[in-house]
């Protein structure tokens, strides 16, 4: 969703892209937390790029990425994946420490 810069105006600086995960419980709070969100930006244009524009749950780009062409769409989108549940760090098959706390890692369910 675009939560700021809806409307490019000449005076608008920049365009706020806001992701947001439902679950059948509701809207999850602070979703980066728990999945890693991917921003993307197209146009409406015939094999048009896809551009990976930034990660987490908030991006703000540049107006200027949209253009000035009016027949020219811009889109916008996100790709979510679940991460896995925190687990020990690893090298060589023994657990990172750091400051005396083993060290956890979350990575993307793909």
Do not use: C, W
């Not at 969703?1 to 439902?22: H, N, W």
């Not at 023994?94 to 706390?101: C, Q």
């Amino acid at each position: 969703m675009i939560t700021r810069g809806k409307f490019v105006r000449p005076d608008t600086s920049e365009i706020e892209v806001r992701a947001f995960v439902d679950s059948p419980k509701g809207q999850i709070i602070d979703p980066q937390n728990y999945f890693d969100m991917t921003h993307i930006f197209t146009t409406n244009e015939k094999g048009a790029p896809q551009t990976v524009i930034g990660y987490g749950e908030t991006v703000v780009v540049p107006a200027s990425i949209v253009g000035k062409d009016p027949n020219v769409r811009p889109v916008f989108g996100v790709e979510v994946f679940e991460r896995t549940a925190l687990r020990p760090m690893m090298i060589n098959g023994k657990a990172v420490v750091i400051n005396g706390k083993i060290a956890t890692i979350s990575i993307p369910k793909k």
